[in-house]
T-cell receptor, first 114, second 112 residues
């Protein structure tokens, strides 16, 4: 079974703090993704990566950055957390280009910024 | 603009009452349509992938179908444990490869 592990289920941070969300997958997938999920807005793509040290902006990259130093690990960074970044953050990974590009998700990190 | 719309937003069923969830899409060249199940406080769990009109997939009480404009998730004789939010997503032919466009989901509640 594919396993995508997010380091924290719940986080509480203060406005202005630098926040790191970590994601690790154990299936040697090339692609990794960070989404946020908000009521009424659905899942929105923040950043994604198709290879080590490679990153591309998704639909809502403002206020975020990412790092992928190793194939299995993809980090989301909030440089200076703000209250409007309170959300559920979901990491996903997929195998490309051979497979059907199914994205497998982690359990999510619920971040509250006070 | 690529778009995915799910209906209804919420659906309440009695145990055993069959129904269908709808996912309509407008994309430039469909590469795949995906159904996920999401339980409260958890990440989405993959259910099905459909690639071409006329394709059908089944798993237990769930059956997914695909036409050129929409997909249906049919739930036959649902049980309370089927209660969850069901998400539909499409992968379009243009733009960044591999990216999914998600609908906002249908929240299903099945009462005993």
């Amino acid at each position: 079974d594919v396993k995508v592990t997010q380091s924290s289920r719940y986080l509480v941070k203060r406005t202005g703090e630098k926040v790191f969300l970590e994601c690790v997958q154990d299936m040697d997938h090339e692609n990794m993704f960070w989404y946020r999920q908000d009521p009424g807005l659905g899942l929105r793509l923040i950043y994604f990566s198709y290879d080590v040290k490679m990153k591309e902006k998704g639909d809502i990259p403002e206020g975020y950055s990412v790092s992928r130093e190793k194939k299995e690990r993809f980090s989301l960074i909030l440089e200076s957390a703000s209250t409007n970044q309170t959300s559920m953050y979901l990491c996903a990974s997929s195998l490309y280009p051979l497979a059907k590009n199914i994205q497998y998700f982690g359990a999510g990190t619920r971040l509250s910024v006070l | 603009e690529d778009q995915v719309t799910q209906s209804p937003e919420a659906l309440r069923l009695q145990e055993g009452e069959s129904s269908s969830l709808n996912c309509s899409y407008t994309v430039s060249g469909l590469r795949g349509l995906f159904w996920y199940r999401q339980d409260p406080g958890k990440g989405p769990e993959f259910l099905f992938t459909l690639y071409s009109a006329g394709e059908e997939k089944e798993k237990e009480r769930l059956k997914a179908t695909l036409t050129k404009k929409e997909s249906f998730l049919h739930i036959t004789a649902p049980k309370p444990e089927d209660s969850a939010t069901y998400l539909c997503a499409v992968q379009a032919g243009g733009g960044s490869q591999g990216n999914l466009i998600f609908g906002k989901g249908t929240k299903l509640s099945v009462k005993p």
